[in-house]
C-alpha cells in the first residue's frame, strides 16, 4: 500500500513539476520588481531596522548572460514614489531565450544626495541572481526581490582588505608606525 502512494505522489510530483516548466517557458515576459530604501545607522535600533525610507529615483539593472557567460541583456529601471522597481523583460533576445537564472539585478545609483552608499544588505551592491519566480500564474511570470539598501558616508564600513594596500616590502621591513 505504501508503496502505490510513493508512486501515485512521485508521478504527481513530475507533473506538476513538468506543469510548471512548460508554463514560465510560454510566457513572453517576466517581471522583476522589489523595493530600494535608505537606512540611517546614525538613528537608534528601531528607527535604523523599521525606519528604512524610500528611495524615488534610484537605479536598479537587470543583466542577463547567455551559456557563454556574455551579456545578452541589459536593462534598468527607476524606482517610484515608494521607492519600488518593476522590470519588465521580453523573454526572448535577439532570437535567444533569456534563462532567468542567468540573470541578476544590483543597484545602480541613487538620487539622494545624503543617503547614495550602496549596501550589501540582500545583495543589492553585488547583484543578486534570479531564482525561484513568487507568482506564475496563466501568463505572469513574476520575480519579487528583496529590499536593498542605501546608507549614508557616515554609516559605510571602511574596506579592510589588505589586497588594496598600497605599502611596498620595503616600507614593512622600516617598521613605520
Given at each position: 500500500?505504501?508503496?502505490?502512494?510513493?508512486?501515485?505522489?512521485?508521478?504527481?510530483?513530475?507533473?506538476?513539476?513538468?506543469?510548471?516548466?512548460?508554463?514560465?517557458?510560454?510566457?513572453?515576459?517576466?517581471?522583476?520588481?522589489?523595493?530600494?530604501?535608505?537606512?540611517?545607522?546614525?538613528?537608534?535600533w528601531?528607527?535604523?531596522?523599521?525606519?528604512?525610507?524610500?528611495?524615488?529615483?534610484?537605479?536598479?539593472?537587470?543583466?542577463?548572460?547567455?551559456e557563454?557567460?556574455?551579456?545578452?541583456?541589459?536593462?534598468?529601471?527607476?524606482?517610484?514614489?515608494?521607492?519600488?522597481?518593476?522590470?519588465?523583460?521580453?523573454?526572448?533576445?535577439?532570437?535567444?531565450?533569456?534563462?532567468?537564472?542567468?540573470?541578476?539585478?544590483r543597484?545602480?545609483?541613487?538620487?539622494?544626495?545624503?543617503?547614495?552608499?550602496?549596501?550589501?544588505f540582500?545583495?543589492?551592491?553585488?547583484?543578486?541572481?534570479?531564482?525561484?519566480?513568487?507568482?506564475?500564474?496563466?501568463d505572469?511570470?513574476?520575480?519579487?526581490?528583496?529590499p536593498?539598501?542605501?546608507?549614508?558616508?557616515?554609516?559605510?564600513?571602511?574596506?579592510?582588505?589588505?589586497?588594496d594596500?598600497?605599502?611596498?616590502?620595503?616600507?614593512?621591513?622600516q617598521?613605520?608606525?
Amino acid at each position: 500500500m505504501k508503496a502505490v502512494f510513493m508512486v501515485v505522489a512521485a508521478a504527481s510530483l513530475i507533473l506538476v513539476l513538468s506543469n510548471f516548466i512548460e508554463a514560465s517557458k510560454a510566457m513572453d515576459v517576466m517581471h522583476i520588481t522589489g523595493k530600494v530604501l535608505c537606512q540611517d545607522c546614525t538613528q537608534g535600533w528601531n528607527e535604523w531596522v523599521d525606519g528604512a525610507k524610500a528611495i524615488k529615483g534610484s537605479v536598479v539593472s537587470l543583466t542577463c548572460l547567455d551559456e557563454r557567460r556574455r551579456v545578452m541583456y541589459y536593462g534598468s529601471d527607476l524606482t517610484d514614489e515608494a521607492g519600488i522597481f518593476d522590470l519588465i523583460v521580453n523573454r526572448t533576445c535577439h532570437g535567444k531565450t533569456i534563462k532567468p537564472q542567468n540573470c541578476f539585478v544590483r543597484l545602480v545609483s541613487s538620487p539622494d544626495p545624503v543617503c547614495n552608499i550602496a549596501t550589501d544588505f540582500a545583495g543589492g551592491k553585488s547583484g543578486v541572481k534570479l531564482h525561484r519566480p513568487a507568482v506564475v500564474y496563466r501568463d505572469l511570470l513574476k520575480y519579487v526581490l528583496s529590499p536593498f539598501y542605501y546608507t549614508t558616508p557616515m554609516c559605510d564600513e571602511p574596506d579592510t582588505n589588505d589586497d588594496d594596500n598600497l605599502e611596498t616590502d620595503d616600507d614593512k621591513d622600516q617598521n613605520n608606525y
